[in-house]
């Protein structure tokens, strides 16, 4: 069966301070891969998808970057975090791109930014 | 622009009555239906899915009614129970693994 880890769980950082958060798909070869961000009792944004290692599609910037370093792995990160940055980091996977795949979520990482 | 529009914010239910969630899209390119359930501090969960080639999609307790034409689709949970309280995001999904969400509906099951 197919797993799905995010890392952290939670994070409290600065503004102005880096971050890296990570994902990593278990049980599937060559998944697509996605980050979302979700404000607190806000909608889902879709940031950045992956179809291969080495590929990243930005959708909604918000100054952060994202990285596929591995076919299991996705990377969301930036240089300098703003207040705005804070809210519900979420990763998905789905088996293919196109009309009717179905994306599955992680549990999320929690992240405020004082 | 607001492409998935959810009309209600919150909604509330008596337990055992059914619930209906309604999402309208503005886009007739969306051919992929998805409703995530969602619960605090957790992901959201794939509850149903529709494509616009149909009409209707049932799996046990929820029901998706979709009208092509008027744009919009619905959600009915029959027999609502207290831990079908949660929010529930109507998505669209049009090309590429695009996913566009609602806003959101929390519902809530009065025991």
């Known amino acids: 069966a197919q797993t799905i880890h995010q890392w952290p769980v939670a994070e409290i950082k600065a503004v102005g301070s880096p971050l890296s958060l990570g994902c990593t798909i278990k049980?599937?070869?060559?998944?697509?891969l996605y980050w979302y961000w979700q404000a607190t009792g806000g909608t889902l944004q879709q940031l950045f998808y992956s179809i291969t290692v080495g590929q990243v599609e930005s959708v909604v910037q918000l100054n952060l970057s994202a990285s596929r370093p591995k076919d299991d792995q996705f990377i969301l990160s930036t240089e300098k975090l703003l207040l705005s940055h804070s809210g519900f980091y979420l990763c998905?996977?789905?088996?293919?791109?196109?009309?009717?795949?179905?994306?599955?979520f992680g549990p999320g990482t929690r992240l405020l930014v004082l | 622009q607001q492409q998935v529009r959810q009309s209600s914010q919150s909604l509330t239910v008596w337990e055992g009555e059914t619930a209906i969630l309604n999402c309208s899209y503005e886009?007739?390119?969306?051919?992929?239906f998805p409703w995530y359930q969602q619960f605090p501090g957790e992901g959201p969960a794939l509850l149903i899915a529709i494509r616009s080639v149909s009409d209707k999609k049932e799996d046990g307790r929820f029901t998706i009614f979709f009208n092509k034409r008027e744009k919009n689709l619905s959600l009915h949970i029959k027999d609502s129970q207290p831990g079908d309280s949660a929010t529930y995001f109507c998505?669209?999904?049009?090309?590429?693994?695009?996913?566009?969400f609602g806003q959101g509906t929390k519902l809530s099951i009065k025991p």
């Open positions: 998905a996977w789905s088996l293919g791109t196109g009309g009717g795949d179905t994306q599955y």
């Open positions: 049980g599937k070869s060559s998944p697509n």
């Open positions: 886009n007739s390119a969306f051919d992929y």
């Open positions: 998505a669209a999904n049009y090309n590429q693994g695009k996913l566009i």
